[in-house]
Antibody, heavy 127, light 107 residues
């Protein structure tokens, strides 16, 4: 079964740090681009960060740039999000999400929709 | 940043009725628009990719249309299990953005 399982969330004080993990199973993790998407309580979805399959290309939303760092370990089938200088507005459920990949005629390419999501991990920033 | 505006924000619908949700982009995004369903206390689920392309395993009552700046998600005959929030998402340019969501309630 294709699955993503996040962990590492919790309660942290403003200015603190937290490291989220996302364990992938059921697919060849190292061939897929990955993302973090968050959802504040009762609010909509916000894309946070993207990492290419090799880890060589990374993007961030302006709201987290300079504070969050995305990374991956393909040997461990894992995605990470290091969150520093946390603020109250970072309070949210954080989802890891796989980028849809389409293969035809021996070639594969990413379609930049998110086809598999984890169950999410809650991050609460409060004193 | 491309802003996606969905309408309506909320819709209360009788089973078997047709549901139409619109998503308007602040600038042209071609067909780089995707739709998700999020049921209460669940993760989002991809329904439609690239405005109108179906996703394996998604019921055929869900369809999408549009291009440029105006897009539509249609549920042809609402079922009780379709009670959820629906979000559009653009992947035309960074930062990728989502609409604010449309909540569909079953009457």
């Amino acid at each position: 079964e294709v699955q993503l399982v996040e962990s590492g969330g919790g309660l942290v004080q403003p200015g603190g740090s937290l490291r989220l993990s996302c364990a992938a199973s059921g697919f060849t993790f190292g061939t897929y681009e990955m993302n973090w998407v968050r959802q504040a309580p009762g609010k909509g979805l916000e894309w946070v960060s993207y990492i290419s399959s090799s880890g060589s290309t990374i993007y961030y939303a302006d709201s987290v740039k300079g504070r969050f760092t995305i990374s991956r370990d393909n040997a461990k089938n894992s995605l990470y999000l290091q969150m520093n200088s946390l603020r109250a507005e970072d309070t949210a459920v954080y989802y890891c999400a796989r980028t849809l990949r389409y293969c035809s005629g021996g070639s594969c390419y990413s379609e930049h929709a998110f086809d598999i999501w984890g169950q999410g991990t809650m991050v609460t920033v409060s004193s | 940043e491309i802003v996606l505006t969905q309408s309506p924000d909320f819709q209360s619908v009788t089973p078997k009725e047709k549901v139409t949700i619109t998503c308007r982009a602040s600038q042209s995004i071609g067909s780089s628009l995707h739709w998700y369903q999020q049921k209460p206390d669940q993760s989002p689920k991809l329904l439609i990719k690239y405005a109108s392309q179906s996703i394996s395993g998604v019921p055929s009552r869900f369809s999408g249309s549009g291009s440029g700046t105006d897009f539509t998600l249609t549920i042809s005959s609402l079922e009780a299990e379709d009670a959820a929030a629906y979000y559009c998402h653009q992947s035309s340019s960074l930062p990728w953005t989502f609409g604010q969501g449309t909540k569909v309630e079953i009457k």
